[in-house]
């Protein structure tokens, strides 16, 4: 029996979830020290080097690696977090699925069904 299943509930509650996750991303951000390629730098000169930061991802299997501006890590730090919180919000998505049909679909086999019928009044 095909029965029409209502979730428009937990589809406004995901896009209302969903919304403040923007910007939101996979991978991981390094920080890593490089010489520059500024000639008679005065740090590069002392041996210390300097820091910058990689974003690395996978993109269609392959590991990848991008230089991430300084002013650009607070952002991609963010959406780093919110790529985690989305990640969770998607694991949570099948079981609430599953309890709203459940809760439409009142189970007519198994223990819950058992319980009702043995309640129920019998017929005069
Ligand atoms: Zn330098």
Known sequence: MKQKINHSALKQQFFKKLLPLWPALK???AQVYKP???PNCPVCAKGRKHPNYLLAFTQKGKRRCLYVPLAMVPLLKRALTNGRRLEQLL???GPALLREYR???PAKTGPTARLKRKNRPLKS
Request: proline share 0%.
């Open 91 to 93: 694991y949570e998505i």
């Open 27 to 29: 991978g991981s951000l």
């Open 103 to 105: 809760n439409q679909n």
């Open 36 to 38: 520059c390629i500024r």
